[in-house]
C-alpha cells in the first residue's frame, strides 16, 4: 500500500462539475478583479463565522500582515505570539514594524500556553496574537480574560483552521480581527493563493478594503501607501463552491482523527490534547516520538506518506536571528520540532487505508 500525505482527488472528484460551471460562468462574464463572486464568497464566508466583515486578499500571509497595519500596530508595539507556528504568523507582525514576543506552546495540545502570556507583557506589548495550529483551538476563554485585563488587542490566525469552535463560537471571531488562507492544502483551500481578513470591527473593514488595493476605496483616489492584495474572482468563485462542503469534509476528516486516536496504541506515541469544548478541524493529524526521524523513515519504507510541521521553530531559522533567542531557550518549541510528525489525514480516506497506518504505527519497533 502506498498512503500519499495529501490526495485531493476524492475532494475534487465530487465538485468537478461544480468548479467547471463557475469557471465557464466567470469566462464568460469576462470581470476577473473584484466583483460579484468576490462579494458573494466575502458575504457567503462571514456568514458561515457568523461575523459582521470579510475582506478578501491575495494569501494568508496578506490577510494577517493588513489585519495588523489596519488595526494601528505598528513600530515600536510588541505582538505576543505562540513560538510554535508557521513563519507566516510571525513575518506579518515583523511587516508592520512591530516586535513578536514568543511564547511557548502546551507541549500537549501545541497551542500557546495561556498561563505562559501574563509574564511575557511589558508597556509595549499591544495585542496577542493567537493561532489555532494543526486545526486545534488554542483556549480562548483564558486568553480573552488575559487580553481583557491588560487591554490588549487580540488577533487570531485561522489558516488551519477553517469552521474550528470554541464553545460553539466558531475561530477567527473572538478578537478585533482573523486572517485566513485559502492555500490548496488547507480545509477550505482556493485552487492557487487566496484569503481574507474576517473582523466586526467597521474601521478595520474598511482600512483592509482600502489596503488590499492599493490604499483605494475610489478608484484613482489613495487614501494610504496600499498594496496590491486582491481575492481574484476565479478563486473566489471555486471558494463559494468549496464551502459548501466545508462541514462534510470536515466531519471526514474529524472522523479519521477518531479512529486513528483510538487505534494508536503504541506507547511510544505521544498524542494531541483535544482541549474542552472545542471542536478541532484536524487540518493536520500530529504525533510525537522520541525517535521520530527514525518512525518517519520506517513509515516511508512502509508506504506511509508524513510530514514535519515543522521541522525548525521560529527563533532559530536564520531568518529571526535578529531576534537574538539562543537554541534553548524555548525547550518546549525546540521540543516539538524534533519530534512532532504529522501522519496522512484528508478527506475521503479509506477505512483501509486509516487502518494500515495505524497498523504500521503500531508496530513501529520500541528499540529502534
Ligand atoms: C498557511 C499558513 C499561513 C499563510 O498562508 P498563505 O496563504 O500561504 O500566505 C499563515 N499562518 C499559518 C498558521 C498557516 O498555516
Known sequence: ????FVNFSPMHDE???????????????????LGKEVESFEDEFSDYCGVKHCIGCGNGLDSLHLMLRAAGIGKGDEVIVPSNTYIATVL?????????????????????????????????????????LYGQV??????????????????????????????????GTFGKASGYSFYPGKNLGALGDAGAVLTNDDDVCEKVRALRNYGSNKKYYNEYQ???????????????????????????????????SKGMVNNEIEKVQVIEGSNPIWHIYPIRCKN????????????????????VPIHLQKAYENLGI????????????????????????????IEYVIDKVNKWNRKA
Open 15 to 33: 465538485i468537478s462539475k461544480e468548479i467547471e460551471d463557475k469557471f465557464k460562468t466567470i469566462y464568460k462574464n469576462n470581470w476577473f478583479i
Open 92 to 132: 506579518a507582525i515583523s511587516y508592520v514594524g512591530a516586535k513578536p514576543v514568543l511564547v511557548e506552546p502546551n507541549i500537549n495540545t501545541y497551542n500557546i500556553n495561556p498561563d505562559l502570556i501574563e509574564d511575557s507583557i511589558t508597556s509595549r506589548t499591544k495585542a496577542i496574537m493567537v493561532v489555532h
Open 138 to 171: 488554542a483556549q480562548m476563554d483564558k486568553i480573552m480574560k488575559v487580553a481583557e485585563k491588560y487591554n490588549l488587542m487580540v488577533f487570531e490566525d485561522c489558516a488551519q483552521a477553517h469552521g474550528a469552535k470554541f464553545k460553539g463560537k466558531v475561530v
Open 1 to 4: 500500500m502506498n498512503i500519499p
Open 326 to 353: 539562543k537554541k534553548g531557550a524555548l525547550p518546549i518549541s525546540e521540543k516539538i520540532a524534533n519530534e512532532v510528525l504529522s501522519l496522512p489525514i484528508w478527506y475521503g480516506m479509506k477505512p483501509n487505508e
Open 292 to 311: 521520530r526521524n527514525g518512525l518517519q523513515q520506517y513509515l516511508k519504507e512502509n508506504g506511509v506518506n508524513t510530514l514535519i510541521h515543522y521541522p
Open 226 to 260: 496600499g498594496y496590491n492584495s486582491r481575492l481574484d474572482e476565479l478563486q473566489a468563485g471555486f471558494l463559494s463552491v468549496k464551502l459548501n462542503y466545508l462541514d462534510k469534509w470536515n466531519e471526514d476528516r474529524k472522523k479519521t482523527a477518531n479512529i486513528y
